[in-house]
């Protein structure tokens, strides 16, 4: 399964570390020169650092720059035992996403910053905008649920998370060929974001269970 730009992009940041060559201590360069570097947009930099940041990785410091941490989190990859399981249903992948992404939002309602409220509604309006024009607007949106899972501060339910989105590309392919699909998903983002901004947590996990029941009951048809 080709990984997106996103995914390709954290593994290579992550490689970086474990191989020491952005060693603990080191501060690393700026999102522009990431970028450049790397040749990626300076969205999929900031957000593949906010997940090495939520893994424990790096430290963002606003106004003095980012940091591998003197002690990083250098875990397994959580993909590697869900590979040894072969195939994958989406059937599977949906309802272990059931189980989880609800808390997250609650959570998230609970916890998330200011920057991570504005960043969820800017992400909801990019995904319409490259809907729009037509575009791969796949990276955006799992730059949504990545947001809510910084956002709801628990590392347990992230490292959960972190073995589940890698299997979300194919689930996109497959959800979004269905009827709507793309425009149900796109008005569950914006009110699941509204949710969060307003603090109504019972409402956000009912919302995202909603939005993922909703999948799973067209695949199931």
């Not at 590979?83 to 599977?92: A, C, K, Q």
């Not at 699909?181 to 969060?196: F, N, V």
Request: proline fraction near 4%.
């Amino acid at each position: 399964m080709k990984k997106t730009v996103f995914e390709t992009t954290i593994n290579v940041f992550k490689q970086k570390i474990m191989d020491k060559e952005w060693a603990p201590g080191n501060r690393l360069p700026t999102l522009q020169q990431l970028a450049n570097h790397f040749s990626v947009s300076v969205t999929t930099v900031r957000e593949a650092l906010r997940t090495l940041e939520s893994q424990g990785l790096i430290s963002i410091e606003h106004g003095r720059g980012m940091y591998v941490r003197n002690d990083p989190l250098l875990l397994e990859d959580p993909t590697m035992q869900l590979e040894e399981l072969g195939h994958i249903s989406l059937v599977t992948v949906l309802e272990a996403r059931l189980l989880i992404e609800p808390e997250l939002a609650a959570l998230c309602a609970q916890y998330a910053s200011e920057s991570q409220v504005r960043r969820l509604h800017e992400l909801t309006k990019q995904v319409d905008q490259e809907m729009k024009e037509g575009g791969s607007y796949l990276d955006t949106d799992l730059a949504f649920h990545q947001v809510i899972v910084e956002g709801a501060r628990n590392p347990v339910l992230g490292r959960m998370m972190d073995a589940i989105i890698p299997l979300l590309k194919d689930a996109r392919k497959q959800t979004n060929t269905m009827p709507h699909m793309r425009t149900k998903a796109s008005h569950y983002h914006a009110l699941i974001a509204i949710a969060i901004e307003e603090r109504q947590c019972e409402r956000a996990r009912t919302l995202m269970h909603a939005h993922i029941t909703d999948m799973l009951e067209a695949l199931r048809k």
